[in-house]
């Protein structure tokens, strides 16, 4: 009776029950393979374009600031740049006590207070950044001066491209102490890459107020 009706099902063209399954089966592989594939692709792929905050920023060495001058804004990037040698100390940039070895480098300081997330600005009448929200004070290279910011200033990882945009090696900002050192500018720099998808949150070294007991 059972082989009556295959064949009858066979003769009129349709799938057995054992074919749909089949199908159904297949169907599901198929469809969990693609899934899979999308998803791979999704993470493979950049999340940030070049040029949007919490990409990269490709910068002209042109644009850096001078030794020891003001911080350059990179108001897409929300950070500054800043030029730093204290083997030529002036009064925007100079080694507090406790600092032994020379401060030499380019790097990138994200823009927001470390206390409750203000945006500071760089105060040039006082030469340093100050915050308005609640008085914390940074040195040119994010150090504090004064609280209540709880450490200084965080930094993006960054590194120096030839002419072809090619990464120079030994440029890519060293982790010291956990935190982003200043990179020094090798003599064939074209251009910065800064990685604001990479940020390091500063030391919480002594306040430099405290050396000269000038903390309010
Ligand atoms: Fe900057 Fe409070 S948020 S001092």
């Avoid at 349709?14 to 969990?32: C, D, K, M, N, P």
């Avoid at 070895?101 to 380019?106: L, S, T």
Wanted: aromatic letters at 12%.
């Amino acid at each position: 009776m059972a082989n009556a009706a295959v064949s009858a099902e066979a003769k009129s063209g349709g799938i057995s029950r054992r074919e749909f399954l089949y199908y159904i089966w297949g169907a599901s592989i198929a469809l969990y393979a693609a899934q899979f594939s999308g998803l791979l692709i999704w993470f493979l792929l950049p999340r940030f374009r070049e040029g949007e905050f919490g990409g990269k920023f490709v910068i002209s060495v042109s644009e850096l600031p001078p030794i020891n001058a003001e911080p350059v804004n990179v108001p897409a990037g929300r950070f500054w740049l800043v030029n730093l040698d204290t083997r030529q100390e002036n009064v925007l940039m100079k080694k507090a006590p406790d600092e032994s070895d020379e401060i030499i480098g380019v790097a990138a300081i994200y823009k927001v207070c470390t206390h409750l997330g203000c945006i500071y600005t760089w105060t040039a009448a006082n030469n340093r950044f100050e915050c308005p929200c609640h008085g914390s004070k940074y040195r040119l290279d994010g150090r504090r001066i004064e609280s209540p910011a709880p450490r200084s200033l965080d930094r993006f990882r960054m590194e120096f491209l030839d002419a072809d945009r090619n990464p120079i090696p030994g440029t890519l900002s060293e982790e010291v102490g956990d935190f982003y050192a200043p990179v020094q500018v090798p003599d064939n720099a074209a251009f910065i890459s800064v990685d604001t998808g990479d940020r390091k949150m500063g030391l919480s070294e002594d306040l430099i107020c405290s050396f000269t007991n000038e903390c309010p």
